[in-house]
């Protein structure tokens, strides 16, 4: 069954009702998609019905880092997530990245190299403290059969243990590597992640898309999958 997020009565004339989801929550969406937004950070706000969470999707090259009520989602083939929490400030944040490192020295957030150290910048502002962090990492799959030569999921994988493990940061949880492109939903205030492995019907344009920044459109139309929480 699906819950569709509603409007009361406008009440004042033009002044906007706030939107109400089916569990009650008042949805901030609106004001969400209106805020100014930093070079990299997300800006895809919708309201998700199955949490009956606003929420924010993170593409490839992007970040979040948040202190709100809100679900932060992404889909992932070979690129990496990191989900990084402090407990104490109670603020957590998700990135997306590509590859380990540009062999120009770019400084983008397809990037490792550049992507963990702006997810850690944006949540000391915040308030988070590195002895308070905990890591959970997401991706990495071998999603392209055949595709063997150079194994991009591996090659994100260590690079983002190894960066963790510099930084003193524990990993608490993990679901990477393997075969399966994955979606995943992180809670920034409690830091709760739920991963979901996609079938691999489709692994060759999930690969594309995932460049492009459109995997959760191929996500939508795949089937099967167990949940896991962390």
Known sequence: MSFNSFSTGSGVSGVSAPKILANGRISRVDQLKA?????GEASFFYADHHFQYDAVKVL???????????????????????????????????NHFMLPDSDGG??????GSYAMELLLNEM????????SMQAKVFGGGQVM???????????NTQ?????????????????????????VCFFPVTGKAL??????????????????GNAASVAKSTAGGSIDLF
């Open 124 to 131: 000391f502002k915040l308030g988070a403290r590195r002895e």
């Open 35 to 39: 805020m100014p937004r930093k070079p």
């Open 60 to 94: 490839p090259g992007e970040y979040y880092v948040s202190n709100e009520d809100l679900v932060v989602m992404t889909v992932l083939g070979s690129c990496i997530a990191a989900c990084i929490w402090d407990g104490k400030a109670r603020t957590g944040g998700m």
């Open 159 to 183: 690079f983002v243990m190894d960066y963790l493990a510099t930084e003193r940061i524990p990993v608490v949880s993990q679901d990477d590597l393997d075969i399966h492109p994955r979606k």
């Open 195 to 212: 991963v979901k492995r996609l079938a691999h019907s489709h692994p060759e344009t999930l690969a594309v898309e995932e460049r492009r």
């Open 106 to 111: 770019e400084g983008s957030g397809r990037y």
């Open 145 to 155: 059969a055949g595709f063997t030569t150079m194994n991009v999921g591996e090659r």
